[in-house]
């Protein structure tokens, strides 16, 4: 999801490109949403409860209809201007 605009960007779904997803979501189902990319969320959960819980630096990578990775330094999950990992 764009920070600038809130819509979606980079989607492999081409129909969701441009579409404010997350309110959409929301409005759905009622209740607050928060989206996020599937590297990142992959990579930050193995650095609090998984394989790279108590260490330094940890990266993730997905690999599957396209590559995608994570990098969580000191607990924290890096991400650039346009929340793409290692920007």
């Known amino acids: 999801m764009s920070p600038a605009t809130?819509?979606?960007?980079?989607?492999?779904?081409?129909c969701l490109i441009g579409e404010p997803l997350n309110s959409d979501l929301e409005?759905?189902?009622?209740?607050?949403v928060r989206l996020a990319?599937?590297?990142?969320c992959f990579?930050?959960?193995e650095a609090v409860s998984g394989a790279g819980t108590g260490h330094k630096v940890v990266f993730g990578?997905?690999?599957?209809?396209g590559v995608g990775g994570?990098?969580?330094?000191?607990?924290?999950l890096l991400q650039?201007?346009?929340t793409i990992t290692g920007e």
Do not use: F, Y
């Not at 809130?6 to 081409?14: D, E, H, R």
């Not at 409005?27 to 607050?32: F, M, N, V, Y």
């Not at 990319?37 to 990142?40: E, G, L, Q």
């Open 6 to 14: 809130g819509l979606i960007k980079n989607a492999n779904l081409t």
């Open 27 to 32: 409005t759905a189902l009622e209740r607050p």
């Open 37 to 40: 990319n599937d590297a990142d």
């Open 43 to 45: 990579a930050n959960s």
């Open 61 to 65: 990578v997905i690999l599957g209809i």
């Open 70 to 76: 994570g990098v969580v330094v000191d607990g924290r």
């Open 80 to 82: 650039g201007p346009n």
